[in-house]
Each structure stands twice: as structure tokens, then as C-alpha cells.
């Protein structure tokens, strides 16, 4: 069974102040790792796909990177507007067919950003 | 570009009433997925299409029906209502196995 666990589950940090959520997960062959940040009231909105171990994608102030066990969402310098909810999910090779498309989801990191 | 349209954003039913959440996406995805999403559980997979005329059951699809019979549309039915079905519900479509999942605004269900 795939498992994502997100940690911490809530983080306050000062607007400057950088920091890394952590999304650990285990998979039997991982097809991908998405992230996504969901604001109050609204879906969730994609940020990354990553797929291999040593991968890293950057986005303004957000950098994900990728390791055989888990993945890191770093903030540099984050601002009030970052404060949301970021989800972690994983894709699993194990799945044929239809089931090939399933995402297992983390239960996330709120984050909030005070000025 | 709408993306994925869901509607309504907010209802109210009485146990043991049956609804149609509906989905609809502009995008000719052929991945269509119902979530439903719970505090303190995350999102939970209820079911999910590859396309017209096929469906499959997620990790948690007791209670509900879904159907396909066109690309754009994926609507969800409640058969009978009952408190536990209580959440916010969301709809999402991806281009391939290997896209990202597109997420609507969701439905805020409450069931009383």
C-alpha cells in the first residue's frame, strides 16, 4: 500500500524567515511526486512533478527536491502570500491500466507566513 | 479556459436524500477523478474515469455512482444520503498518466 506522510503539519514562520516541509513516502517503484499548494476555499493548484531521486525543480521562492524516501519543499524568504495549505502526492509504478492514473495524498502542511 | 467546473459550490441535504454533483472540464482530458476531502484525512479517492464509458471504483466509493458518457462530464450521485458523506467534495482531470492532476473549487456538502 502506498503511504505519504507530510510533517510538520502546521509551521508559522516569520515573513523572511526560510524554512522546509518534508513529505516522506513509501512506494513500490515511484512513477512521480507532485506538489501542490491549496488555499482556503479552492482546490488544490499543481507547483511540481518530480520523478527521479537528486531532481529539483524551482518556482519563484519554492525549490522541491527529490531523495529515494522522501521530498523537501524549501521556501526562501517566504511572504504572507505563501500561507496556504501544500500537499504532497505520490504515483506509483506498481499500478497497471486505469489505476496507473491513482494519486495517494498526504494530509498536508498548513503553512502560515505573519508579516 | 474554464479548467474544471464544479457545481454548486455549497448544499445541504437531509438524510436520505440523493443529489448529482457535477463536474465538468473544458480541457479534453481523459482522466476524470472524484476526491473527497475530510480534516485530518486528506483526499481520499471516491472513483475515477479513463474515458467515455469507463469507470472505476477508488478507495472509498461506497455510497456513491458515477457515470460517463461524455469526455467533458463526470458527475458524481449521492443515492441516499447519510451524515458521514458530510465534506468537500472535488473533481480533477489529467491529459495522461504522467500529467498533472487539474482540480475544480470543490462542493461543500453538509448533510444533516
Known sequence: ?115 | NAGVTQTPKFQVLKTGQSMTLQCAQDMNHEYMSWYRQDPGMGLRLIHYSVGAGITDQGEVPNGYNVSRSTTEDFPLRLLSAAPSQTSVYFCASRTGANSPLHFGNGTRLTVT
Request: charged share 25%; hydrophobic share 30%; glycine share 8%.
Open chain 1, 1 to 115: 500500500e502506498d503511504q505519504v506522510t507530510q510533517s510538520p503539519e502546521a509551521l508559522r514562520l516569520q515573513e523572511g524567515e526560510s524554512s522546509s516541509l518534508n513529505c516522506s513516502y513509501t512506494v513500490s517503484g515511484l512513477r512521480g511526486l507532485f506538489w501542490y499548494r491549496q488555499d482556503p476555499g479552492k482546490g488544490p493548484e499543481f507547483l511540481f512533478t518530480l520523478y527521479s531521486a537528486g531532481e529539483e525543480k524551482e518556482k519563484e521562492r519554492l525549490k522541491a527536491t527529490l531523495t529515494k524516501k522522501e521530498s523537501f519543499l524549501h521556501i526562501t524568504a517566504p511572504k504572507p502570500e505563501d500561507s496556504a495549505t501544500y500537499l504532497c502526492a505520490v504515483q506509483a509504478m506498481w499500478r497497471s491500466g486505469a489505476g496507473s492514473y491513482q494519486l495517494t495524498f498526504g494530509k498536508g502542511t498548513k503553512l502560515s507566513v505573519i508579516p
